[in-house]
Nanobody
Framework: VQLQASGGGLVQAGGSLRLSCAAS????????MGWFRQASGKERDFVAV????????YYTDSVKGRFTISRDNAKNTVYLQMNSLKPEDAAVYYC?????????????WGQGTQVTVSS
């Protein structure tokens, strides 16, 4: 699976952005998809995840109520709608595809898209 993230940019605090992550391959719908972010000088942190069917989502506490993860399996794409952005949301955002194959995880990362939030 190859992942291509897009949609990042510069936005003022309180604004919105929608990130997209397009996946190649015919098995997209079998992967749980996630978004992670890495601020400058910090570790990569979990942001949100959506199950393969889209039925289950989970968010880190700091983005609950502001971010929404969704997916369109017909388009092989996962989205992250980010509203009410704060300066602390600024980071490089990475999409992730993960699935369990027997007893081990298959894991892929996109190249990242930069989100900058001005105060």
């Amino acid at each position: 699976v190859q992942l291509q993230a897009s949609g990042g940019g510069l936005v003022q605090a309180g604004g919105s952005l929608r990130l997209s992550c397009a996946a190649s391959g015919r098995t997209f719908s079998s992967y749980n998809m996630g978004w992670f972010r890495q601020a400058s000088g910090k570790e990569r942190d979990f942001v949100a995840v959506i199950s393969w069917s889209g039925a289950i989502t989970y968010y880190t506490d700091s983005v609950k109520g502001r971010f929404t993860i969704s997916r369109d399996n017909a388009k092989n794409t996962v989205y992250l709608q980010m509203n009410s952005l704060k300066p602390e949301d600024a980071a490089v955002y990475y999409c992730n595809a993960r699935r369990l194959i027997r007893t081990s995880f298959e894991n892929y990362w996109g190249q990242g898209t930069q989100v900058t939030v001005s105060s």
